[in-house]
């Protein structure tokens, strides 16, 4: 049984018989991958089971608690409401990504200092919604911050280090800036 | 909670996506982002056959901006009106409304066409697309039609939408500059559905004025009454004009507690669009 | 590094951290093993019914599996010797009669998730639906279709308590409230669902499971009954585990099968369970219906308090604890940290048709708390005075630790009236009381609210002895180690799945070894390198696994001192470990040297001294009735009375839990319960309809506290070692969760004072609060 070949669901045992693989030509984590994939597949799936990024993770499936908030062309979007094959020659960034991102070391850094994750299973997805956040400019107050993870569920922290973190990285990034100038 | 066994097809034009879906009997979906669509499908709800995918195409992403008015096509997406980064006919009613709809990350791949097309009596646009009296673009195999907003949505995921039509555009008369509007979503959590949205816009260059309320238990309501009595300015008659608009919309079986929220989202709407 | 940067008491940042900021934790779901197949399972759409057959399309079959088609699996039972307790036995897969929606029927068995999902909607079951039990309270003595058709009635157990005389208090008294109370079903929603990846491992002879599980160990014991097999012949792993916060504390079907299916299929099998089945098919929690009647003089001093508690357990009992529990420990929290003279309290555990009900952070004490402290401010109402006046009136002083409270707990040690006092002082309560005479611009209505209580932690053979467990969760343990270069690794019985105990476990170690935490190992979650203990729940880990962890570190830190002592020429008494040596009076031995001798050259031992550097250890408190935290949560709250909406405008909490070996983490343990139990108070439901359908299946029903609408969270510490544990620890991780239902509906009921609404049912939702309006505006029309 596989997915190309058939299956046995009922609603759907002819349309599955029928369904053919999407080539697939994705730009991820800076390297092109290519790849053959059922149209049915996620793009958190494509990720997790085909390239074994599991650093995406899956809380809910229907879009709500953010846990597999990934990067499509440069914009935080929910792998699970993407098809791998609407991928099709996008940039998709994942947390196993970004190589020397000052913005994710800064919240990295923050976020171990001031104790913003626990059992870390929606620190992947958090990372890349602050660093939307810092970038976009929103991460000025404190109110701003926590609007901006409405999105993101985390069940273990109670959020408020995440948003000191979140604070800290934006005001350290801004330092770093003006000094820049 | 995966998605049933589907194909898959991106054309290249509007045209070739018309006629794949007239040729489909029924059993393709349109995808634009996907953010309703590819959740209703996790979740089986949803079980097409084939999804003609449309994100991408440059006729539903292009912005046309005229002296009367702003052509938004189907696939722009809520971020984008959120930034701004289009022209904005609406004097900022839309960027807030694009603002506090679901998340960042669903505003940025979901998109006005879709959310209309799709009609979730709780979502923002087809109340806020009414009560600015905008028309959706509408093209099929024989050719476009175009229908106001108001019309548009019939029911709870009901459209006058044909199986073999896709929202093309849709565009939206600029606001005068002197027109004013209010709008007021209440919901228990940021970014979650309406439990009660009412919007109201005021253009008296214009000589029109209407309130609207989303989440309604199915089309947006046209509050006809109360858009009068605020086209008069009388504010002192605004509720009893609200709630006879409510009781004459008796097929929505509104309760006790839904008749009040609506009606006080609608006040607060018509005070922040009079203050 | 001096001890005190990173032993007891220092805020140590974690050692967890590093993996899971890179995406390189690893959850079950992230384990990857060759020829791997998913398994989809199907479920009762049903509340009640009885299976008539089950029929699998020609196609689908060798991969679809029911009951008959796994013979070595057993019925799950739990063993009660409370008396009079029903225990009905639970087929891991239906067999002849399903009693909640989402119950599990068959596995299914594919390539994808995706292609079990289709197989799983291929399986047609012909039912015969039975009407469901519902209402717990109407249904408990009996219904047209008892959940278990041979009890008669539905109850798995009832039992009363009483000590002193309520009705020479009722007489005595001036005041008499009562008062109704409902705390309703909600989810425990992990963020990562539950899982399990099973597969035989042949060169062992055994199968390995790997499972999000909070208790490795005893879901060891638990699969060698159930699946008739030796435990040397099963592993299990938990890896990292994305929450637990209680439901993940219990066996489940999916677990059973897995492993079966491993066996029977031989190649490795998973299921990671959706949120979808876990919204249906992973413990259920709270549930509570009260009934209380509370006598008070007209000072507001507490007479006697006499409740009725009916808890709705759901349909079976999971392992091992079963439903007996909860209304009992609900009985036992409610005079809290309350001088009672006389109490009597009846209760019932109920079995419906919904899915069984599990321990979540806090279990009974939550719904217990919400009762007393509502109507502490209630009493405070009719006498006319502020309601921590009242609070204070009726706490247990500090001269009079340790206190028996009227329903038998044995308060250890603290001050309850100065967190009272510090909660207040962290709201500035006299500004907001000169705020709401001000009125807010925007007419929302302010209100402000408290409640006190009194944590039982870390408790153990006493306690759960007297609970009738089959299984006594009374120990933990540790065995520490010392490798040939003196790095070390502690492996404990314990789990850990976001406490940090990789982190505060090794400080342990650190304070008694004299060594930077930095080399130190902590292995947990894993029966292969593992001692037995139970896992993590009860806030019972850092009383228990880290007083396991300090008593094998001294033995180990003896042992190095002998050696030490050899290698220095002094005497053993004169030695002691420091900054990685063992310090003798006129000089110094690296521990790394100590290791080499008793690894690898053992000529330089001291006579009598054994090789190897390697100790066991077990603890239990000297008082296994349990070490009292106790705290006073407090929230502002701004009620907008034309719609219902509450916002939280502000929240503190004022706690005590002893000794905190790393404060850091102390404080991050009690923000997270705080929000969890904003969520029981505001947010979280699982309403079911009268035929016993779920209505929260999503996270768009079942709404979860986000950043937005959650405040920054205030806390104050008071600092009272128990007696009774190493360091003065007491147990902290579920208080956080307790309080935050009783404080906010009392801040609304505060808020609401004016209109003289009452909120007396979680979550408090727009549509509750509205219905409290619109019966108080009734109440005035009548009057």
Redesign the interface.
């Known amino acids: 049984?596989?997915?190309a070949g058939g299956?046995?669901?009922?609603?759907?045992?002819q349309?599955?018989s029928?369904?053919?693989l999407?080539a697939i030509r994705i730009r991820l984590n800076g390297s092109a991958v290519a790849d053959d994939v059922?149209?049915?597949?996620?793009l958190a799936?494509f990720l997790?089971?085909r390239r074994?990024?599991?650093?995406?993770?899956?809380?809910?499936?229907?879009?709500?608690?953010?846990?597999c908030?990934v990067l499509?062309d440069g914009?935080?979007?929910?792998s699970?409401?993407?098809?791998a094959?609407?991928c099709?020659e996008r940039e998709v960034e994942?947390?196993?990504g970004f190589a020397g991102d000052p913005v994710i070391d800064a919240l990295?850094r923050t976020?171990?200092?001031h104790?913003a994750?626990?059992?870390?299973?929606?620190?992947?997805a958090m990372?890349i919604?602050a660093r939307?956040l810092i970038l976009r400019q929103r991460a000025g107050s404190?109110r701003e911050?926590?609007?901006?993870?409405?999105?993101?569920?985390?069940?273990?922290?109670?959020?408020?280090?995440?948003?000191t973190a979140i604070a800290e990285a934006a005001r350290e990034l801004r330092r770093g800036a003006a000094n820049a100038q | 909670m995966k998605a049933p066994a589907v194909d898959y097809v991106r054309p290249g034009s509007l045209a070739e996506a018309i006629d794949l879906l007239a040729k489909s009997q029924d059993e393709a979906r349109v995808i634009a982002g996907g953010q309703s669509l590819v959740a209703m499908m996790n979740l089986r709800v949803a079980v097409p056959r084939l999804l003609i995918d449309i994100a991408r195409l440059p006729e539903l992403t292009a912005v046309a901006d005229d002296t009367e008015a702003v052509t938004l096509g189907a696939c722009v997406t809520h971020a984008a009106i959120e930034d701004a980064r289009i022209a904005d006919p609406s004097r900022g009613l839309m960027p807030k409304v694009a603002s506090g709809l679901a998340y960042r990350a669903i505003r940025n791949r979901g998109t006005i066409g879709g959310s209309l097309a799709l009609s979730d009596p709780a979502a923002e646009w087809p109340g806020v697309l009414t009560a600015l009296d905008a028309e959706a673009m509408l093209c099929g195999p024989t050719g476009r039609r175009s229908l106001k907003c108001a019309e548009f949505t019939t029911g709870i995921f009901e459209t006058r939408l044909g199986p073999d039509e896709i929202v093309e555009s849709i565009r939206i008369r600029k606001l005068s500059p002197e027109a004013r509007w209010g709008y007021v979503k209440l919901c228990r959590k940021s970014g979650e559905f309406a439990s009660a949205l009412a919007v109201v816009v005021c253009d008296r260059a214009l000589g029109y004025w209407r309130v609207v309320l989303g989440a309604a238990n199915g089309a947006p309501l046209v509050l006809e009454s109360a858009s009068r009595v605020v086209s008069e300015g009388a504010m002192g008659q605004l509720q009893e004009a609200v709630r006879d608009d409510l009781d004459r919309a008796a097929d929505r079986h509104f309760d006790e507690f839904q008749l009040n929220l609506h009606t006080v989202v609608a006040m607060r709407a018509a005070q922040q669009a009079l203050s | 590094m001096p001890n005190d940067a990173y032993g007891v008491g220092a805020s140590l940042l974690r050692k967890e951290d590093n993996r899971h900021l890179h995406g390189r934790g690893q959850f079950v779901a992230d384990v990857k093993l060759p020829g791997t197949v998913d398994v989809a399972f199907v479920r009762s759409p049903h509340a009640h019914a009885r299976i008539r057959s089950i029929s699998v399309p020609p196609e689908a079959r060798g991969h679809v599996f029911t009951a008959v088609d796994l013979p070595r699996v057993t019925p799950i039972r739990v063993v009660s010797h409370s008396t009079g307790a029903k225990s009905p036995p639970w087929p891991p897969l239906a067999t002849d009669k399903v009693r909640y929606v989402g119950e599990a029927i068959a596995a299914c068995v594919a390539p994808s998730r995706g292609e079990a999902e289709d197989l799983a909607a291929a399986v047609t079951v012909d039912f015969e639906v039975l009407e469901p039990v519902i209402d717990p309270v109407r249904d408990m003595r009996g219904s047209r279709h008892p959940v278990h058709e041979h009890w008669g009635d539905n109850l798995y157990i009832e039992h009363a308590l009483q000590a002193g005389d309520v009705g020479a208090a009722a007489r005595a008294a001036e005041v008499t409230l009562t008062r109704e109370f409902r705390m309703q079903r909600q989810s425990g929603a992990p963020l990562e669902c539950r899982g399990v990846l099973a597969y035989r491992d042949h060169r062992l002879d055994e199968v390995v499971l790997y499972a999000s599980t909070q208790t490795p160990h005893t879901l060891r014991v638990a699969l060698g009954e159930i699946l008739g097999l030796e435990e040397r012949r099963i592993r299990v792993v938990a890896p990292d585990v994305g929450g637990g916060f209680g439901p993940k504390a219990r066996l489940y079907p999916e677990e059973i099968i897995l492993a079966a299916l491993a066996l029977e299929l031989d190649r490795p099998v998973r299921w990671i369970e959706d949120r979808g089945e876990h919204l249906l098919a992973t413990a259920h929690t709270r549930d509570h219906h009260y009934k209380a009647t509370v006598y008070a003089d007209r000072q507001g001093r507490i007479l006697g308090l006499d409740a009725e508690i009916v808890v709705d357990a759901g349909a079976y009992g999971l392992w091992p604890q079963g439903p007996y529990h909860e209304a009992g420990m609900v009985a036992r929290a409610l005079p809290g940290p309350y001088m009672i003279p006389n109490y009597r309290a009846r209760h019932y555990t109920v079995a419906t048709n919904k899915t069984p009900l599990g321990p979540y952070r806090g279990v009974g004490r939550p719904g217990a708390c919400f009762v007393v402290e509502r109507l502490v401010d209630e009493i405070a109402r009719a006498v006319g005075r502020e309601p921590n006046e009242v609070r204070t009136l009726n706490l247990v002083r500090p001269e009079q630790m340790p206190f028996t409270t009227i329903s038998g707990m044995r308060l250890d040690s603290g001050d309850y009236g100065a967190s009272v006092k510090l909660c207040a002082e962290l709201l500035d309560l006299p500004a907001i009381r000169a705020r709401q005479l001000q009125g807010e611009p925007d007419r929302r209505l302010l209100g402000i609210g408290f409640a006190a209580f009194a944590e039982q932690t870390a408790h153990g053979a006493a306690e759960f002895a007297a609970r009738g467990a089959s299984i006594i969760p009374g120990f933990e343990s540790c065995t520490a180690r010392v490798l040939s270069d003196g790095s070390v690794v502690l492996m404990v019985g314990i789990q850990s799945h976001g406490q940090g105990l990789e982190t505060v476990l090794s400080q342990v170690a650190a304070e008694e070894l004299g060594i930077d935490p930095a080399c130190i190992s902590v292995r947990h979650g894993d029966t292969e390198s593992t001692a037995f203990g139970f896992g993590t729940f009860a806030s019972r880990s850092m009383v228990m696994s880290g007083g396991a962890v300090a008593r094998a570190s001294r033995m180990l830190r003896d042992k190095l001192c002998r050696i030490g002592a050899h290698l220095l020429q002094c005497e053993v008494a004169q030695a002691h470990c420091a900054d990685g040596m063992v310090v003798g009076p006129r000089g110094a031995v690296p521990i790394a040297e100590i290791a080499k001798v008793a690894h690898l050259r053992m000529d330089g031992l001291p006579q009598g001294v054994d090789p190897l550097l390697d100790a066991t250890a077990t603890y239990e408190p000297a008082i296994s009735t349990g070490v009292f935290s106790y705290a006073t949560h407090g929230a502002v709250v701004a009620v907008d009375a034309d719609t219902g909406f509450i916002e939280l405008l502000d929240y503190a909490v004022a706690e005590d839990c002893g000794t905190m070996v790393n404060p850091m983490l102390v404080e991050g343990q009690i923000r997270g319960g705080v929000v969890q139990g904003i969520g029981t108070a505001l947010f979280e439901e699982i309403p079911y309809d009268e035929g016993g359908q779920p209505l929260a299946g999503t996270l768009a029903d079942y709404l979860m506290p986000g950043a937005a609408e959650m405040p920054a969270i205030k806390i104050g510490h008071l600092h009272t070692p128990t007696p009774h544990t190493e360091y003065g620890m007491k147990g902290m991780g579920e208080g956080g969760a307790v309080a935050p239902p009783a404080a906010i509906a009392n801040a609304v009921r505060d808020a609401l004072f004016s209109v003289g609404a009452e909120v007396n049912e979680t979550p408090l939702t727009p549509r509750r609060i509205m219905a409290a309006i619109r019966k108080a505006g009734e109440a005035h029309v009548r009057t």
Not at chain 1, 7 to 13: D, E, R, T, W, Y
């Open positions: 049984m596989s997915e299956n046995a669901g009922a609603a759907h045992n349309a599955s029928a369904v053919r999407t059922p149209p049915r597949l996620s799936d997790r089971e074994n990024l599991t650093g995406t993770h899956l809380g809910c499936e229907h879009g709500v608690c953010g846990a908030t499509v914009e935080p979007a929910r699970c409401l993407m098809l094959c609407a099709d994942t947390i196993e990295r976020f171990h200092q104790h994750l626990q059992c870390g299973y929606c620190t992947p990372l919604t939307d404190a911050i926590r609007d901006g993870l409405a999105g993101n569920i985390c069940r273990c922290t109670g959020y408020t280090n995440i948003v």
